[in-house]
């Protein structure tokens, strides 16, 4: 059983920037972010793969988020710049054990999540 646990959500204003950080408590092959806004369903945002590989997802997000991650802490980033209203979410982090997982996952693990509000 690995278990995430996500940090480093809070308000911001608008144009601002947050890291949000998932550390595991054991070996996982994939990770990914995840959010969802209130009403909406939950949306992939990118994926990172042990070896470094990246997915981007979310069409919304590129140019501005990074995912990123340092093996030695086993800890996952997501850089999350410039921040729009429509960014504000609960965002997630998602792993497996089976690399073979891309925006749709299926994940086996996830987060408690962190809230990340951004207003204009």
């Known amino acids: 059983q690995v278990q995430l646990v996500e940090s480093g959500g809070g308000s911001v204003q608008s144009g601002g920037s947050l890291r949000l950080s998932c550390a595991a408590s054991?070996?996982?092959?994939?990770r990914a972010w995840f959010r969802q806004a209130p009403g909406k369903e939950r949306e992939a945002v990118a994926v990172?793969?042990?070896?470094?590989?990246?997915?981007s997802c979310a069409d919304s997000v590129k140019g501005r988020f990074t995912i990123s991650q340092d093996n030695a802490k086993n800890t996952v980033y997501l850089q999350m710049n410039n921040l729009k209203p429509e960014d504000s979410a609960i965002y997630y982090c998602?792993?497996?054990?089976?690399?073979?997982?891309?925006?749709?996952?299926?994940?086996?693990?996830w987060g408690q999540g962190t809230q990340v509000t951004v207003s204009s």
């Open positions: 998602a792993a497996d054990l089976y690399d073979g997982r891309w925006c749709a996952g299926p994940y086996t693990y």
């Open positions: 054991g070996y996982t092959a994939v």
């Open positions: 990172i793969y042990r070896g470094g590989g990246i997915t």
